[in-house]
């Protein structure tokens, strides 16, 4: 009979990893967990034995960062439609606790990060559980409301019955038939399971959604289906945008991915057009006055006033419920615009070019003063150690890992200014503010831009303050 404490041990168990003690008892030298394949192991040993695990971090915060800043022509006025399954297979537990949680915690995230790069468009959220759409919350530009609906569902609702892609997307297709056609119909489905339960033929609903102009894009967690690929394709003009998470972090990655707006194509997508706009004044009436504001019919003392009927409104951006005008701030504006003409990406400083800066332009951070290894031509590699001599070992078992976009002095320059960041401060700049600091401090001087504007010989002019 075993011990209730789980130290027996049968004898092929024994021979492979522990032995008996002398009264009798199992002593194992190696347990299971032991096995596992721990991920702060595998980290960078420099030439003197150091470990760089800074160097790995610095890696994944570049990677994020190195993508294409080519200017493209975007909608930034977005109507989305969230879909997230419910059903039976989010309670599986390869996402720890399951994938349901995991899911309404990236949910909650995703819904701020939108409403943050894009603060002029709206979100709606769907459901698909029980074979049927549930709507959670309607299309709209509050975010508060849409995190105060998920995390009443996280709390009250368990994962259940089957998922059915076709009434999800008919509900969504009847959520963004009204939307006005200058902005553009998006649909994002974080799809779990691997069949779906429909009523009627769901290539009609695909076609409907083409006909709608509406873009269909699919996160999966299991695998990948075949109609999920046939439906990206499709509403996407054949570019689909149906990808499979991995693991947690890349699920993240693939979910964060849809704030950014998409690129217009076809042309019925390229249809200019004009709108109307409208940026209303905060007021502030006194104590003894409150009046209700026509969004929420709720009793405030301060508000936005329409400047077309003069309605109070509490908050923005938000369409006038009076004339319908758009009614928003001129920095929803401006944090819109940066999906247009993106921050270049900073490029990597050199040693031989490190020597201009001793901090950062920025938060001025103290910069490495010589090269990281004392070896200075010899890369970290794993696992390496360092020989008689101040050389690496080379292990061919071990090739020598490439971090990509990682600068080898820890400095990263501006390709319009010049100046040098850290690496915190340039994705500050590149996933926050969006602008460089030293193009907006304009720290080039006025002697550089006199001489290309004024040839060899010819009279100077004269300076005046601004």
Not at 256 to 276: D, G, I, K, W, Y
Request: hydrophobic share 35%; net charge neutral; proline share 6%.
């Amino acid at each position: 009979m075993a011990d209730s404490d789980g130290e027996y041990a049968s004898d092929d168990e024994l021979k492979r990893n522990g032995k008996r003690t002398a009264d009798g008892r199992s002593k194992q030298t190696k347990a299971s967990w032991e096995d596992v394949k721990r991920s702060w192991d595998t980290v960078l040993e420099t030439a003197d034995s150091g470990l760089s695990i800074a160097e790995i971090r610095e890696a994944e915060k570049r990677r994020r960062l190195l993508r294409d800043t080519t200017p493209l022509q975007r909608g930034i006025i977005r109507h989305l439609m969230l879909v997230l399954d419910m059903s039976f297979a989010m309670a599986d537990k390869d996402l720890l606790p399951n994938r349901y949680r995991v899911v309404l915690n990236n949910a909650i995230g995703f819904v701020r990060e939108y409403f943050e790069q894009n603060p002029i468009s709206q979100l709606g959220i769907v459901g698909m559980r029980d074979g049927i759409a549930v709507r959670i919350s309607d299309l709209s530009g509050n975010p508060a409301e849409h995190i105060e609906k998920l995390m009443q569902w996280s709390e009250q609702q368990d994962p259940q019955g089957n998922s059915s892609l076709q009434n999800a997307l008919q509900m969504c297709r009847g959520a963004l038939y009204q939307t006005p056609s200058h902005a553009t119909r998006e649909v994002l489905i974080i799809y779990g399971a691997l069949v779906s339960i429909d009523p009627g033929d769901i290539h009609d609903t695909i076609n409907d959604l083409v006909a709608d102009r509406i873009r269909v894009s699919v996160v999966g967690l299991a695998g990948q289906v075949a109609i999920c690929t046939e439906l990206c394709k499709r509403t996407n003009n054949h570019d689909g945008n149906y990808s499979v998470a991995i693991d947690e972090v890349h699920l993240k990655e693939l979910f964060f991915a849809a704030t950014t707006p998409p690129v217009t194509r076809t042309p019925e997508q390229n249809t200019a057009s004009l709108l109307m706009m409208g940026f209303p004044s905060r007021t502030l009436a006194p104590k003894d006055h409150v009046s209700y504001c026509a969004c929420h019919a709720k009793p405030t003392r301060e508000g936005y006033t329409c400047p077309r009927c003069g309605i109070k409104v509490c908050r923005l951006p938000i369409d006038c419920p009076i004339c319908k005008l758009t009614l928003i701030q001129s920095t929803h504006l401006a944090r819109s615009y940066h999906h247009l003409f993106p921050l270049k990406v900073f490029v990597e400083v050199p040693w031989s070019q490190a020597s201009r800066s001793t901090a950062c332009y920025s938060c001025l951070s103290p910069f490495p003063t010589g090269p990281r290894d004392t070896v200075a031509a010899a890369p970290a590699v794993l696992g390496g150690r360092a020989g008689k001599g101040g050389k690496q070992d080379s292990d061919p078992k071990n090739p020598k890992p490439e971090l990509k976009g990682v600068s080898e002095s820890g400095r990263y320059a501006c390709q319009v200014c010049g100046n040098h960041f850290c690496i915190d401060c340039d994705v500050f700049a590149h996933e926050t503010i969006h602008n460089c600091p030293g193009c907006q401090s304009d720290t080039r001087a006025p002697e550089r831009d006199t001489a290309l504007a004024v040839p060899d010989g010819g009279p100077t002019p004269m300076v005046v303050d601004a």
